[in-house]
C-alpha cells in the first residue's frame, strides 16, 4: 500500500519497503530521485524510466558491473563521478548510486516507425543533434506538436533533459509527444533510411532553397545546436541539405524558431 505524507511545503515522501521517491521542488525545477542500491535496482527492473544514474566511481566491483549491464541493457545515460558529487547531490545514505526518474516514458525507434506506417500516414521525424538548452527543447517540441511530427529522436548523452522548464516551455507538448532516445543518432539514421525515410538538414554552407526540398514524401528533419548547428558525421548521412532564405545580416534563426520555419514549409508541401 502506498503511504504519502508532507514532510513540508517543499518536499514530499512517497515510501514503500526498499524505496524512496523524494520530489524535491524549487522555483523553477522539480527532480524526481531514487537513491540506494536495492531501490534502484528494483525501480530499473520494475519497468521505471530514468533519464540518467550517477554511481561513484570506485565503487564495490560487483555492484558496479551490475548497474552498468542494467543502464545499458535499458538504455540509461550513466554517469560515473567522485564520491563527493554524490554528496552534494544528496546529504545522506546514498549507497554511491542516485537515479532521477524521467517525466515522460521514452520509447525505441524500432518499435515506433512500424506504428506509423500502419497508420497510413506519412511519416515526419525531428532528429535533435546537440539540442542541450531545456528552453529550446520545449519550443522545439511545441512547434513539432502542432504540426504533426510523429516523433522525437534523441541521443543518450548530449541532450537536454525533459525536466519541468523544457515541459513548461512546451506548453505541456512534450507529455503528449512520441520521444525516441536512441544510443546512436548515426545508427538511429540509418535505420530511419531503411524503411524509406529523406533525411535532411539545413546547412549554411548549400545554396539549394528550402522551397525545393521535397518534403512530401516520407521525411526525417536533423536539428542541430544553436552554436554549432549538424554534427559533422551526421551531415554526411543526410541526404539533401537546404538553406531557410533570409534577408536580415544576423547569421542564422534561433534554432527552435528555424524548426518551427521548416516544420511549416512541411505543412505547406503536404497541404
Same mark, same amino acid.
Not at 515510501?15 to 525501480?43: C, E
Not at 554511481?55 to 543502464?71: C, M, N, P, T
Not at 541532450?159 to 525516441?180: D, F, R, V, Y
Given at each position: 500500500?502506498?503511504?504519502?505524507?508532507?514532510?513540508?511545503?517543499?518536499?514530499?515522501?512517497?515510501?514503500?519497503?526498499?524505496?524512496?521517491?523524494?520530489?524535491?521542488?524549487?522555483?523553477?525545477?522539480?527532480?524526481?530521485?531514487?537513491?540506494?542500491?536495492?531501490?534502484?535496482?528494483?525501480?530499473?527492473?520494475?519497468?521505471?524510466?530514468?533519464?540518467?544514474? @550517477?554511481? !561513484? +566511481? &570506485?565503487?564495490?566491483?560487483?555492484?558496479?558491473?551490475? =548497474? %552498468? #549491464?542494467?543502464?545499458?541493457?535499458?538504455?540509461?545515460?550513466?554517469?560515473?563521478?567522485?564520491?563527493?558529487?554524490?554528496?552534494?547531490?544528496?546529504?545522506?545514505?546514498?549507497?554511491?548510486?542516485?537515479?532521477?526518474?524521467?517525466?515522460?516514458?521514452?520509447?525505441?525507434?524500432?518499435?515506433?516507425?512500424?506504428?506509423?506506417?500502419?497508420?497510413?500516414?506519412?511519416?515526419?521525424?525531428?532528429?535533435?543533434?546537440?539540442?542541450?538548452?531545456?528552453?529550446?527543447?520545449?519550443?522545439?517540441?511545441?512547434?513539432?506538436?502542432?504540426?504533426?511530427?510523429?516523433?522525437?529522436? @534523441?541521443? !543518450? +548523452? &548530449?541532450?537536454?533533459?525533459?525536466?519541468?522548464?523544457? =515541459? %513548461? #516551455?512546451?506548453?505541456?507538448?512534450?507529455?503528449?509527444?512520441?520521444?525516441?532516445?536512441?544510443?546512436?543518432?548515426?545508427?538511429?539514421?540509418?535505420?530511419?533510411?531503411?524503411?524509406?525515410?529523406?533525411?535532411?538538414?539545413?546547412?549554411?554552407?548549400?545554396?539549394?532553397?528550402?522551397?525545393?526540398?521535397?518534403?512530401?514524401?516520407?521525411?526525417?528533419?536533423?536539428?542541430?545546436?544553436?552554436?554549432?548547428?549538424?554534427?559533422?558525421?551526421?551531415?554526411?548521412?543526410?541526404?539533401?541539405?537546404?538553406?531557410?532564405?533570409?534577408?536580415?545580416?544576423?547569421?542564422?534563426?534561433?534554432?527552435?524558431?528555424?524548426?518551427?520555419?521548416?516544420?511549416?514549409?512541411?505543412?505547406?508541401?503536404?497541404?
Amino acid at each position: 500500500m502506498l503511504l504519502e505524507r508532507k514532510i513540508n511545503a517543499n518536499c514530499i515522501i512517497i515510501s514503500y519497503p526498499l524505496i524512496l521517491v523524494y520530489y524535491f521542488m524549487k522555483k523553477s525545477s522539480k527532480k524526481t530521485m531514487i537513491v540506494g542500491r536495492h531501490p534502484i535496482v528494483d525501480a530499473i527492473n520494475n519497468g521505471n524510466t530514468f533519464d540518467k544514474l @550517477i554511481l !561513484q +566511481k &570506485g565503487i564495490e566491483r560487483e555492484f558496479d558491473k551490475e =548497474i %552498468k #549491464a542494467l543502464s545499458k541493457s535499458h538504455d540509461i545515460p550513466l554517469q560515473i563521478v567522485p564520491r563527493e558529487k554524490l554528496n552534494r547531490i544528496y546529504n545522506g545514505q546514498h549507497q554511491g548510486v542516485i537515479g532521477f526518474l524521467s517525466l515522460v516514458n521514452y520509447l525505441r525507434l524500432d518499435d515506433v516507425l512500424p506504428f506509423i506506417y500502419e497508420k497510413s500516414e506519412t511519416p515526419l521525424l525531428l532528429i535533435l543533434d546537440g539540442i542541450t538548452d531545456v528552453r529550446n527543447f520545449g519550443s522545439i517540441a511545441r512547434s513539432a506538436e502542432c504540426c504533426g511530427v510523429h516523433a522525437i529522436i @534523441i541521443p !543518450q +548523452k &548530449g541532450s537536454a533533459q525533459i525536466n519541468p522548464e523544457a =515541459i %513548461k #516551455a512546451s506548453a505541456g507538448a512534450l507529455t503528449k509527444m512520441t520521444i525516441c532516445r536512441e544510443p546512436s543518432l548515426s545508427k538511429a539514421i540509418d535505420t530511419i533510411k531503411l524503411n524509406g525515410i529523406s533525411v535532411f538538414a539545413s546547412n549554411l554552407d548549400t545554396e539549394t532553397v528550402m522551397y525545393d526540398a521535397d518534403f512530401a514524401g516520407p521525411t526525417a528533419l536533423v536539428i542541430g545546436s544553436e552554436g554549432d548547428g549538424v554534427s559533422s558525421n551526421i551531415l554526411k548521412k543526410v541526404d539533401q541539405h537546404f538553406i531557410i532564405p533570409q534577408k536580415g545580416t544576423t547569421d542564422s534563426f534561433n534554432v527552435s524558431v528555424a524548426t518551427g520555419i521548416m516544420l511549416y514549409e512541411v505543412l505547406r508541401q503536404r497541404k
